[in-house]
C-alpha cells in the first residue's frame, strides 16, 4: 500500500506548489512577452531609421554630393543601435561607410526588386533599403538610384532582457518566501494543536486523568479537545465507581480468602491425616500381607510334604483341597501388597542388565505347569534385530510377564499362548521393544476393555466368580509400566482371544556377557519335524538367529538328511512310532507333562525349553547334556545353609533339600549363620530376609567380608513379594531373591542356576574344577584358559615366598601374598587352593599358630603344579 503524507507535509505542498508553480508560469510569461515586445520596437524603429535615411540620401545621390552622404553615414552611426552603415551606388559600388564592413557584399540584391530586405543576424537585424529616384511627372517610373545597408546591434536588448529577469526572478523568490512563510505558519500552529491533542491522548492511554486538554483558538481543533476532555471527565466517573467495587469486591473477596484459608488449613489437616492413614494402610497392609504369607508358606510347604507321603483317598482330597486354596489365598495377597506398594509409592525401580529372551524363556518355564493342565502350547518368536540385552528391572519385567501370561492362561481353555517380541531402535544407544501376549481365550469387548485396567474390576462380575481373582493383576501391571516409563494396551474381540502389548524404551546393554558363542552353529543344516505352526515359527525363529539352514516337515518319513535332527512330539501321536521312523541320532522336544530319560540316541527336551539347552544339546552333544529334570533333580555332595527365624520354614526347606539328596544345614539366626560360615564352607546359603536382632542383608554383609563362604552364592527368601530396595540387596552380595512359599521345581530351578549339576565327588580336594573355571568367566573357554593359565605361572614365585616370609616370621608379608592368591583363586576353578588360602587368612587374622595352615597350603600349590605338569590346557578347554 502507497504510503500517505502527512498533514502537516500535505499543507506544504499543497501550499507551495500551486503558487510557485504560478509565480514562476507568470514571471517566464512576462519576461519573454516583454522581450519580444521591445525586439518588435527595435524592428519598427530600425526599418523607419533606414527608409528616412533613404529618403535623405536621394538627393545627395542624385546630386551626387559624397561629402554629404559620408557626413550622413558618419552621423546615423551616432544612434546606439547602429552597427554599422553604407550606401552604395545602384550598381552596389560602395559610396560611403561607417563603422565594421558591411555584409552586403555578400548580399545578393536582385535588381528587379525595389522591397526593403531584412535579414535577422545572431545579434542584430540587417536592413537593405532601396533608394528610389522621385519621379518627374506622373508618367515616369521610379527606379533604384542606390542603397542604404544599415546593421543594428541587439546588445542593448540583451541588458534589458537581463533586467526583466533579474525583476521576475525578484518576483519568484519574494513569492516563495512568501509561501514558505505562510505555511510554516500554518504548520506551527497544526503542530501545536496536534502536539497538544497527543499528550491528552497519551495521558489517557497512560491513565492520567488530572489535566484539560485547551486550544486557544476557536476551531475544529478546539472543539476536539472540549470532546477529549468530556472523554476523560467520563473515564474518571467510570473508574471511580470501579474503584468503589474493586474496593468492595476486595472486602469481598478477602473475607472469601479468610473462609478459604481456614478450610485450606482444615484440608491440609485432613490430607495430613488422610496421607498418614494411607501409610498406615499400606504398612498395615504390608506387615499383614507378610504375617499371613508366612503362616501360608507353612500351609503349603507341609500339605506338599503330605501330598507326598501316603494317604487315604478323603486325607488327599482334604490335602489338595487346602494346598490349593493356601494357593489361591496366596495369589491374593500377592496381588494387595503389590497394590498397596504401587499406591504407597515405594515400588523401587533396580536397572541392570537383562537378557529378554532368558527372562521370558524363565517365566514361560515357571508357568508351564499351569498351561499344562489346559493343554495350551507356549510359543516365543523375538524380532531379529532386537537387542540379545537391556538395562532394566529385571524382576518387575518378569513380574509384568508373569501377570500376563498368568492372565492368558486364566482365560484360555484351549490353545495357545504366543509372546512375541518386537523393537525399533531409536539410535545406539536406545531401543523400544514391544511385548505382545496373544491368546485364543474367550476374548473382550470395546467396553470390556474399558474398564480391564481399573483398580478392583473385571471385565465381567461373572468372571470373578467363574475364574476367581481380585481384579487387580492388570492394575499392578499398568501401574509398574508405567513407571518404567512404558505404556500397555489391548486388541481384542469377543471369541476371538485377545492380546495385550507394552512398550518400553529402553538402554540397549554392551556390556552383557554372553552364556554361549551361538555363531559356532552357522552354516549348519538342521532338519525339524513339527506339526505345530506356533512351535514351528518358535523354533525356526531361533535356528535362523543362530545361522542354521533350517529344513521344515510335518511327515516323519520325509525327514532329510542333515547335521542335526530336531523331533517335536505334541503329545497327539505316539513318540514310539515317531522313533520307529527316526534312524539318525536327534533332540526329542516333548509337551510338559512328559518326561523321558536320554539315552545314547537321544536327547529328551521338554517344552518351553530354553535355548541355552537346546544349543548345548545340538552343540555339545549327550555328553555335556544333563539329563536330570526339575522334578527329580539331585544334588549329591552339595551343602547349603538354610537361615530361617521361623522354625515351619527351616523344616519345609530341609524335607525339600533332602529330597534332592542335598546335605542341610539350619541357623535360625543370623550369629548362628555367621558362626557356621565361619566355620564351613558351603555350596549356597537361603537368607530369611526378617529376622530379629540382625536381619538377613547385615548378615550377608558379614558373611562376604570374612570367612570361608565370601564367594558362596546367597539367595534371598522372604514372606514379601519383592524387595522394597532391590540395590541394598545387590550391594549386601545377595545374588538372588525369591519369594516365600517355594516349590520344590522352583527350588531346583534355583539349584540348577547357582550350583555346578555335575558330581561332587571331593570337590574340595580337586586340584582344578574346569566346570567352575567355565562358569566364572561365562563358559568362555579360552577366558578360563587364560586366567588359569596366569594363576599357575605365578604360583611358583609366590610359593617360594611364601615359605620365605614364613621363615622370617614376617606374618605381614605371609597375609598379602596370600590375599594375592585369594583375589586370583575368585576368578579360577581351584577349589581345594581356595579353600587353603581361606583358612590361612582365618588363621592369621585370629592370630593363631598358622604352620599347619601354611604347609596345607604349599600341598595345594604343589598339588597344582603337578597338575599343569600333567595337563595341556589347550586341549583341557576344547573338550
Not at 594363576?791 to 620365605?804: E, G, S, W, Y
Request: glycine letters at 4%.
Amino acid at each position: 500500500m502507497r504510503a500517505r503524507l502527512g498533514i502537516r507535509k500535505l499543507i506544504l505542498v499543497m501550499g507551495l506548489l500551486p503558487i510557485l508553480t504560478l509565480s514562476l508560469a507568470l514571471s517566464t510569461y512576462l519576461i519573454f512577452s516583454q522581450v519580444n515586445e521591445l525586439r518588435k520596437l527595435m524592428t519598427e524603429r530600425a526599418k523607419t531609421s533606414s527608409e528616412q535615411l533613404a529618403i535623405l540620401a536621394e538627393h545627395l545621390l542624385a546630386d551626387d554630393h559624397q561629402d554629404t552622404l559620408a557626413h550622413i553615414t558618419t552621423t546615423a552611426l551616432e544612434e546606439s543601435a547602429v552597427k554599422a552603415i553604407a550606401i552604395y551606388s545602384a550598381d552596389l559600388q560602395l559610396i560611403s561607410q561607417a563603422g565594421p564592413k558591411s555584409k552586403v557584399s555578400v548580399v545578393t540584391i536582385p535588381s528587379n526588386d525595389h522591397k526593403p530586405q531584412y535579414q535577422f543576424l545572431d545579434d542584430g537585424l540587417l536592413i537593405i533599403q532601396p533608394v528610389m529616384a522621385s519621379p518627374h511627372n506622373i508618367q515616369t517610373n521610379t527606379h533604384v538610384i542606390g542603397w542604404v545597408v544599415i546593421q543594428y546591434d541587439w546588445r542593448h536588448l540583451k541588458t534589458q532582457q537581463y533586467q526583466t529577469l533579474f525583476m521576475g526572478t525578484i518576483f519568484f523568490v519574494f513569492a516563495f518566501f512568501m509561501c514558505v512563510s505562510l505555511t510554516s505558519y500554518i504548520n506551527q500552529s497544526l503542530a501545536t494543536d496536534l502536539s497538544t491533542l497527543r499528550l491528552t491522548i497519551r495521558r489517557m492511554a497512560t491513565g492520567s486523568r488530572n489535566f484539560h486538554a485547551h486550544i486557544p483558538e476557536n476551531n475544529e481543533f478546539n472543539e476536539l479537545a472540549e470532546e477529549l476532555n468530556q472523554l476523560n471527565n467520563a473515564h474518571k466517573k467510570e473508574l471511580q465507581e470501579l474503584q468503589r467495587s474493586i474496593e468492595q469486591t476486595n472486602i469481598d473477596l478477602r473475607e472469601t480468602l479468610e473462609t478459604v484459608e481456614v478450610q485450606n488449613i482444615e484440608l491440609d489437616l485432613a490430607r495430613r491425616e488422610a496421607v498418614n492413614a494411607s501409610r498406615i494402610k499400606s504398612e498395615f497392609l504390608a506387615n499383614t500381607s507378610h504375617e499371613i504369607r508366612t503362616p501360608l508358606s507353612g500351609i503349603i510347604g507341609f500339605s506338599k510334604i503330605l501330598l507326598k507321603s501316603e494317604l487315604e483317598i478323603r486325607q488327599r482330597d482334604a490335602v489338595e483341597t487346602i494346598h490349593n486354596s493356601a494357593n489361591n489365598l496366596l495369589t491374593i495377597i500377592n496381588d494387595i501388597l503389590d497394590f498397596s506398594k504401587l499406591e504407597a509409592g515405594k515400588l523401587v525401580l533396580d536397572n541392570s542388565p537383562v537378557n529378554l529372551r532368558e527372562t521370558v524363556e524363565d517365566t514361560l518355564q515357571l508357568l508351564a505347569p499351569s498351561a499344562s493342565e489346559n493343554n495350551l502350547e507356549f510359543g516365543l518368536v523375538i524380532e531379529h534385530d532386537t537387542p540379545d540385552a537391556v538395562i532394566t528391572d529385571g524382576l518387575r519385567l518378569k513380574q509384568i510377564l508373569t501377570n500376563l501370561i498368568s492372565n492368558a492362561i486364566k482365560f484360555t481353555a484351549a490353545g495357545h499362548i504366543k509372546v512375541s517380541i518386537l523393537s525399533k531402535i531409536i539410535n545406539e544407544q536406545e531401543v523400544k521393544i514391544t511385548f505382545q501376549i496373544s491368546d485364543t481365550g474367550i476374548g473382550l469387548s470395546r467396553e470390556q476393555q474399558q474398564v480391564i485396567f481399573k483398580d478392583f474390576s473385571q471385565a465381567d462380575a461373572s468372571i470373578t466368580r467363574q475364574y476367581g481373582g481380585t481384579g487387580l493383576g492388570l492394575v499392578i501391571v499398568k501401574g509398574i509400566i508405567e513407571q518404567m516409563g512404558g505404556d500397555i494396551g489391548i486388541d481384542s474381540s469377543p471369541g476371538q482371544g485377545a492380546t495385550f502389548w507394552f512398550t518400553l524404551t529402553l538402554t540397549i546393554s554392551n556390556s552383557a556377557i554372553s552364556l554361549r558363542d551361538f555363531s559356532a552353529l552357522k552354516g549348519k543344516s538342521l532338519a525339524l519335524y513339527d506339526r505345530s505352526e506356533l512351535s514351528t515359527q518358535t523354533l525356526s525363529s531361533l535356528f535362523s538367529n543362530w545361522g542354521l539352514d533350517v529344513h521344515h516337515t510335518t511327515n516323519i518319513s520325509e525327514l532329510p538328511t542333515a547335521d542335526y535332527y530336531v523331533i517335536c512330539s505334541d503329545g497327539a501321536t505316539e513318540l514310539s512310532n515317531l522313533l520307529t521312523d527316526i534312524h539318525h541320532p536327534a533332540i526329542i522336544i516333548t509337551p510338559y507333562t512328559e518326561q523321558h530319560s536320554s539315552d545314547n540316541e537321544h536327547i529328551y527336551l521338554s517344552k518351553p525349553v530354553a535355548h541355552v539347552k537346546l544349543f548345548d544339546a545340538l552343540h555339545k552333544g549327550l555328553q555335556h547334556h544333563s539329563l536330570t529334570s526339575p522334578e527329580t533333580a539331585k544334588f549329591p555332595n552339595t551343602a547349603i545353609l538354610v537361615v530361617d527365624d521361623n522354625p515351619s520354614n527351616l523344616h519345609i526347606l530341609g524335607n525339600f533339600l533332602t529330597d534332592m539328596s542335598i546335605s542341610t544345614f539350619f541357623a535360625q539366626n543370623g550369629a548362628e549363620a555367621l558362626q557356621q560360615c565361619r566355620e564351613k564352607h558351603f555350596d549356597l546359603i537361603f537368607m530369611d530376609i526378617q529376622m530379629p536382632h540382625m536381619d538377613g542383608i547385615e548378615t550377608s554383609k558379614q558373611i562376604r567380608s570374612d570367612g570361608l563362604n565370601i564367594n558362596t552364592p546367597i539367595i534371598a527368601l522372604s514372606a514379601y513379594l519383592s524387595p522394597d530396595n532391590p540395590s541394598q540387596l545387590r550391594n549386601a552380595g545377595i545374588n538372588d531373591y525369591f519369594s516365600k512359599p517355594i516349590s520344590e521345581p522352583q527350588l531346583a530351578t534355583l539349584l540348577s542356576h547357582h550350583l555346578n549339576l555335575e558330581q561332587r565327588d571331593e570337590y574340595d580336594e580337586r586340584p582344578v574344577d574346569i566346570a567352575e573355571c567355565l562358569r566364572l568367566t561365562k563358559h568362555r573357554p579360552k577366558l578360563a584358559s587364560e586366567m588359569l593359565s596366569m594363576l599357575l605361572n605365578t604360583l611358583p614365585k609366590n610359593r617360594k615366598d611364601i615359605i620365605l616370609a614364613f621363615q622370617t616370621a614376617n606374618l605381614t608379608e605371609v597375609a598379602t601374598l596370600n590375599h594375592t592368591l585369594k583375589g586370583a583363586c575368585c576368578y579360577t576353578g581351584t577349589p581345594a587352593l581356595k579353600r587353603r588360602v581361606l583358612e590361612l587368612e582365618q588363621s592369621l587374622n585370629k592370630k593363631l599358630d598358622s604352620e599347619t595352615e601354611i604347609d596345607a597350603l604349599i600341598n595345594a600349590i604343589d598339588a597344582l603344579l603337578a597338575w599343569r605338569d600333567e595337563h595341556d590346557l589347550d586341549i583341557v578347554f576344547e573338550t
